[in-house]
């Protein structure tokens, strides 16, 4: 299973070392980005423009083919995680999130918020050995249904706000049966 690891660029080496203990599991690491990592700060130059964006459009295909994103916070920096954390729940792929920070989309449906690391990598081994349909339900066990949105139509709470009706509006849709319902009337749960 592919897992791509994202943590703020200083924190390459541990991420580094996140890719070993992956390997160990059985899962196969995708952030070559950390493999590459070249000072403790990433900088980035107007004049460099070309090669920045071959670099985000080679981030951005090792985290869409991956299965899942793995997230070391840290209590400061990380905003082009940030920004690749936005993408992989508006593209499906489960987030496990650990380490001290906390942002608002640590509470958006696909999101795991997990003690450690160690908490993470027993949960990726998990889905690993399973079959690959399986393995979304095995990462989100336990972090569905906690007020998120109900699908109108199966009950299920897999419902992202991020695709758009017909006529462009913003629009649920529930990523099990595939309806899609205007975001102005949400039915949600009472469990909190
Ligand atoms: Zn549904």
Redesign the pocket.
């Known amino acids: 299973m592919r897992v791509y690891v994202g943590a703020p660029y200083g924190a390459a080496g541990r991420v580094k070392d996140v890719h070993g203990l992956l390997r160990s599991i059985g899962c196969e690491p995708t952030s070559h980005w950390a493999e590459f990592a070249t000072s403790e700060v990433e900088i980035l130059k107007d004049s460099s423009a070309r090669q920045h964006r071959a670099q985000w459009h080679i981030n951005q295909d090792c985290l869409d083919s991956s299965e899942a994103m793995l997230v070391l916070s840290e209590p400061t920096g990380g905003a082009e995680l940030f920004a690749e954390v936005g993408r992989a729940l508006c593209i499906g792929r489960p987030v496990l999130w650990t380490g001290p920070r906390r942002i608002l989309s640590c509470y958006a449906p696909g999101m795991v918020v997990l003690q450690s690391v160690s908490d993470a990598l027993d949960r990726l081994a998990g889905a690993a050995k399973v079959p690959r349909e399986s393995r979304r339900d095995v990462l989100l066990a336990g972090f569905q249904g906690r007020g998120h949105i109900l699908?109108?139509?199966?009950?299920?709470d897999?419902?992202r706000s991020t695709a758009f009706s017909g006529d462009g509006s913003l629009a649920w849709k529930?990523?099990?049966?595939?309806?899609m319902f205007p975001r102005t009337t949400p039915k949600t749960d009472s469990a909190s």
């Open positions: 699908c109108p139509r199966c009950g299920h897999d419902v529930c990523h099990r049966c595939d309806a």
